[in-house]
């Protein structure tokens, strides 16, 4: 192609994004680019900062000024919030649930398509909620990842049980269905499917056959 190979791979929370994503990143040697990431850290940096997330003009001002950079390779991405790994601390409940309500303000969502935008040009594999549909339309190729209810909380609870001992497949699985309701139903870069993506059912399949029939369209694709 005459221009650098954009992936765009969007999905609930369980789906296998973050996974296949880097997958396929790897195998395709381009960036990786967990958009979600940046979102947490934007969500570290408003909770270090103690604002009230109902502030949304202060929340967008803090986005807009925050240096958020994503270093490494994929299988080692490291999330830097102002010149520190933030890593490990994006990953926490809290984190989580602040990203979810401060990801829905519009201003905070431009300053973060921006800055995706700039980074993805040089070719790229992304992953979050509105790659597809809003932060490159013009992907090369376009996944919509999904899973059923039980399992993407089975495989969530997993991701999580090493954080939070205390937590149960039954509350893991409210919690999603909230996030999933959130991101669904905001105004601003809803998650929906892009007319032209291809969906992918990963309920009963391993993250290799997935990514097999993954490679194997990308391959279609530029051929």
Do not use: C, W
């Amino acid at each position: 192609m005459p221009h650098p190979l954009i992936i765009a791979i969007d999905g609930p929370s369980g789906s296998g994004k973050s996974t296949l994503g880097r997958l396929l990143a790897r195998a395709l040697n381009l960036l990786y680019i967990d958009t979600g990431s940046m979102y947490r850290a934007v969500a570290l940096a408003v909770m270090q900062s103690k604002l009230d997330p109902t502030d949304k003009d202060a929340v967008v001002s803090l986005a807009e000024r925050s240096d958020i950079d994503l270093v490494g390779e994929p299988d080692s991405l490291r999330v830097m919030l102002n010149g520190h790994d933030v890593t490990e601390q994006i990953r926490s409940e809290d984190v989580t649930d602040m990203s979810s309500i401060i990801s829905t303000i519009p201003g905070v969502r431009r300053a973060m398509v921006a800055r995706q935008r700039e980074m993805g040009r040089r070719g790229a594999v992304l992953n979050g909620r509105d790659i597809g549909t809003v932060v490159f339309p013009e992907a090369d190729v376009k996944f919509f990842l999904t899973a059923s209810s039980d399992e993407r909380a089975r495989r969530r609870f997993r991701e999580e049980r090493g954080q939070n001992y205390a937590a149960s497949i039954a509350q893991t699985l409210a919690e999603m269905t909230e996030r999933d309701r959130r991101d669904s139903t905001r105004t601003d870069s809803p998650l929906k499917v892009a007319d032209d993506a291809i969906v992918i059912d990963s309920t009963g399949l391993s993250i290799q056959e997935v990514f097999h029939e993954m490679m194997d369209l990308v391959q279609k694709a530029v051929r």
